[in-house]
């Protein structure tokens, strides 16, 4: 099983990016799909996760608004809409596989907001 991100950079305050993930070796569509961050020195947080057939998806306090996740489960693929960015939004970001036992990461995805 391969998670692959991409899409992360460095955006100035406002600006957005938009965050991909792509499954390999999985039933994708089985998994739940989820985004976390970890910031330096702070714990890896949820930002953000959508179900199987992509009908709920549920989001942070923090990101609530700015943020979209979505699914293309034709293309094993998760997005991450990221608007209105803030600094501090800035984080790894990792994409997450989960079904049952089976929980997957990938290597993460540098987000860095600043001016």
């Known amino acids: 099983v391969q998670l692959v991100e991409s899409g992360g950079g460095l955006v100035q305050p406002g600006g957005a990016l938009r965050l991909s993930c792509l499954a390999s070796?999985?039933?994708?569509?089985?998994?739940?799909m989820k985004w976390y961050r970890q910031a330096p020195g702070k714990v890896r947080e949820l930002v953000a996760s959508?179900?199987?057939?992509?009908?709920?998806?549920d989001y942070a306090d923090s990101v609530k608004g700015r943020f979209t996740i979505s699914r293309d489960n034709a293309k094993n693929m998760v997005f991450l809409q990221m608007n209105s960015l803030k600094p501090e939004d800035t984080a790894v970001y990792f994409c997450n596989a989960v079904w049952g036992p089976y929980d997957y990461w990938g290597q993460g995805t540098q987000v860095t907001v600043s001016s």
């Open positions: 959508i179900r199987t057939a992509g009908r709920r998806s």
């Open positions: 070796r999985l039933a994708f569509s089985d998994y739940e």
